[in-house]
């Protein structure tokens, strides 16, 4: 059973260096999110896939790109990080829209 | 676009107390509302959830109702124990926008002392 699960944990970066964040899930979901974590700001969505080979912007999607090439999988990646995406990273996965969402554990990211 | 708000935290109460943390929300379409909980060093997971209008969401003592009226989803519980301290969201996702979406509020940190 292990749901949702991001890879990797705990990451430092230097400003400018690139780097892809993996979350996989084994529930077959069709939906998948990335979001990010900041204090008082809670949880604001990235990035969003609906099904296969599709993907659509959320509230914050400048820096990030993203690709759902498997169903099982959704890539987050930063091509030139910058110290404002220190953040902790979470991905989520769920059936449809009134469904319960799962989430992954995070993925603390600091940029320095 | 939608929104969510909840009440400015961090909320500190004492064990056996009456929670309440409140939560409105914005929507073009009739959304269902979700109550999520995140425990420390945790992911999100899902405390109770109500999809149409007067439906009532309940789990772990927990209780929220879908008020279309007010566009609120206040989350309440009778008597607090320890355990309950984590930071809870209020979140929705839309019908206009075929429920793609999943938007959260700021997330209440809630600590409780015995």
């Known amino acids: 059973n292990a749901g949702v699960t991001q890879t990797p944990k705990f990451r430092v970066l230097k400003t400018g260096q690139s780097m892809t964040l993996l979350c996989a899930q084994d529930?077959?979901?069709?939906?998948m999110y990335w979001y990010r974590q900041d204090p008082g700001m809670g949880l604001r969505l990235i990035h969003y896939?609906?099904?296969?080979?599709?993907?659509a912007k959320g509230e914050v999607p400048d820096g990030y790109n993203v690709s759902r090439l498997k169903k099982q999988n959704f890539l987050l990646g930063l091509e030139s990080a910058a110290p404002s995406q220190t953040s902790v990273y979470f991905c989520?996965?769920?059936?449809?829209?009134?469904?319960?969402?799962?989430f992954g554990q995070g993925t603390r990211l600091t940029v320095v | 676009g939608d929104s969510v708000t909840q009440m400015e935290g961090p909320v500190t109460l004492s064990e056996e107390a009456f929670l309440t943390i409140n939560c409105t929300y914005t929507?073009?379409?009739?959304?269902?509302l979700f109550w999520y909980v995140q425990y420390p060093g945790e992911g999100l997971q899902l405390l109770l959830k109500?999809?149409?209008?007067?439906d009532k969401g309940s789990n772990k003592g927990f209780e929220a109702t879908y008020r279309k009226e007010t566009t609120s989803f206040h989350l309440e519980k009778g008597s607090v124990q320890v355990s309950d301290s984590a930071v809870y969201f209020c979140?929705?996702?839309?019908?206009?926008?075929?429920?793609?979406?999943?938007?959260f509020g700021q997330g209440t940190r809630l600590t409780i002392n015995p």
């Open positions: 989520a996965s769920r059936w449809t829209g009134n469904t319960e969402a799962f």
């Open positions: 529930m077959n979901h069709e939906y």
């Open positions: 896939s609906v099904g296969e080979g599709t993907t």
């Open positions: 929507a073009t379409g009739y959304p269902s």
């Open positions: 109500a999809t149409k209008a007067d």
């Open positions: 979140a929705l996702s839309d019908s206009y926008e075929g429920a793609q979406k999943l938007v």
